[in-house]
């Protein structure tokens, strides 16, 4: 059954105090994909992006050029850009670590990468064997020499909101982190809650806190995991305060294999559902995207922990 047949009005008004239009940020194919435990084989991943750019999705972070041995769900990263079926109009940006994964990204013909950066010193040492200061070691170069290739270079920044190892995170060491990030060029800052914990108060005094230092929320973008069921909560608390880019991830797949107790993404499809409840643009074609969230739960063998693609397809 399609979104319309359930009663989903065709078109209401705005919301006041609310944007006309979000940008969807798709991580299924890269925050998805590098947490199953097996390795999805290439041609799924190929047919799982072009489902994805059918259903209007305008950006689409392909995979991740980090260590194989890390990720090694990741590791036909080469193969993936090199069979892509790029669309006019759709963006690939990939994860990027460092000076190596820059090169092989610059290899394979890439135009947008992502860092990635730690707002605490255990998930630094975890995620990029680094810490917390010494990680920006890494990102430098990558940023002035993908910056010099006319590359266009977002910054992730995890751990925003509560961090297995070290607990409660205070704003103020999220803040400098992230500023670093936007200082060393990145055009676009992604606020991510890895393990899912943030509630909607704690998203708004983080937007706050970053206004305070002079970060607007037209540079600032938020990634939600949905581990205890907030992820759509927080997702409208950052509307409210002006945020327009979103990430969220098809059919709720996601996790980092490095940050415990990290589970799936805020799924697309109940995104989807929210914003045009909102009356808010997005572009995407959420009967498109339930369908290709049911083919990958096919794929993979369980079903979907997206709620409206488990509500419109029966499972
Ligand atoms: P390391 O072991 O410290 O690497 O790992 P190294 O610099 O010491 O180099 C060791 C060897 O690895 C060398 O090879 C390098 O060439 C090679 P050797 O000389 O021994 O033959 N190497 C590489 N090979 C391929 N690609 C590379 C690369 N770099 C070095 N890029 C490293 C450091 C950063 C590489 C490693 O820690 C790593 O790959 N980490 C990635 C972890 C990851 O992908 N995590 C998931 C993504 S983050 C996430 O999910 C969070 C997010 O969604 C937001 C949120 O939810 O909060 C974004
Ligand atoms: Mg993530």
Known sequence: MGAREVGLPDRV?????????VRIWEVGPRDGLQNEAT???LEVKLEFLDRLADAGLDTLEATSFVHPKWVPQLADAEQLLAGLNRRDGVRYPVLVPNRKGLDRALAAGVGQIAVFASATETFAKRNLNSGLEEQFALFEPVLADGLAAGMEIRGYLSMCFGDPWEGAVPAEQVVAAGVRLLELGCFQLSLGDTIGVATPGQVEALLAAFGAA???????????????GQALSNTLAALRCGV???DSSAGGLGGCPYAESATGNLATEDLVWMLDGLGIEHGADLDALVATSAWMAQRLGRPSPSRVVRALTGS
């Open 13 to 21: 008004p705005a919301s006041s105090g609310l944007p006309r239009r």
């Open 39 to 41: 390795v999805v084989p």
């Open 214 to 228: 002079g970060i607007e929320p037209d540079r600032l973008a938020v990634h939600f995991h949905d581990t205890y």
């Open 244 to 246: 327009t880019t979103v």
